[in-house]
Structure formats: structure tokens, C-alpha cells
Nanobody
């Protein structure tokens, strides 16, 4: 189970930190990640991190996000800086289990709205 928190409304140029708490078969997870989906658009990867700590970022984020993990809390975080109105979307936490080739478990999502 993945539960996101930390979304909200922020002005352009501001920052937000999203959190995701993972429960269940944590030891069977290969990677955790964050996706987003804006109205009328496809869901897209924002960032991911493997359980060995290797991060992967979408080029479109331009270095404005940082993904991190806290294994003691079974949590993954997404720090977003210099937010833009086009970052407005529902952000989803995702998990890729070790036997899967792609992310296969999803949280309910948290809304991020960036006002101009």
C-alpha cells in the first residue's frame, strides 16, 4: 500500500515536499517513484529511485526535483523547487516489485496546484 501526502497549492517559484509511506511487502520492491498526471495528459514519470539508491529523473524536470528514501520509515520523498504552473497535476507514488519490469503498484495520488 502506498499513501501520499504533502500536496497543496503553492505559488509559482515555490517549493513542496511530497511524502509517500509504503507498507506491505517492502522487501519485494525494486524501485519507488513519483509520476504525475495533468488534466488531459498522460501520466508521466517525474523521478524514481531503486532500493540500492540509484535515482532517475525525467529530463523535463530540469533539475528542480530531488527524490530520496528513508528506509527506516519505508518512505520516499519528492522535493520540488522552483515550481511552475505547468507542474500542476496529481502526483502519484509508485512501486516496482522485483519481478515486474515496470511500476505496478500505485497510491491514490495527491493534488499539486501551482498558481501563477
Amino acid at each position: 500500500q502506498l499513501v501520499e501526502s504533502g500536496g497543496g497549492v503553492v505559488q509559482a517559484g515555490g517549493s513542496l515536499r511530497l511524502s509517500c509511506a509504503a507498507s506491505g511487502t517492502i522487501f519485494k520492491i525494486h524501485a519507488l517513484g513519483w509520476y504525475r498526471q495533468a488534466p488531459g495528459k498522460a501520466r508521466e514519470l517525474v523521478a524514481s529511485i531503486t532500493m540500492s539508491g540509484e535515482p532517475n529523473y525525467a529530463a523535463s524536470m530540469g533539475g528542480r526535483v530531488t527524490i530520496s528514501r528513508n528506509d527506516a520509515k519505508n518512505a520516499v520523498y519528492l522535493q520540488m523547487n522552483r515550481l511552475k504552473p505547468e507542474d500542476t497535476a496529481v502526483y502519484y507514488c509508485a512501486a516496482q516489485r522485483i519481478w515486474e519490469s515496470q511500476f505496478d503498484s500505485w497510491g491514490q495520488g495527491t493534488q499539486v496546484t501551482v498558481s501563477a
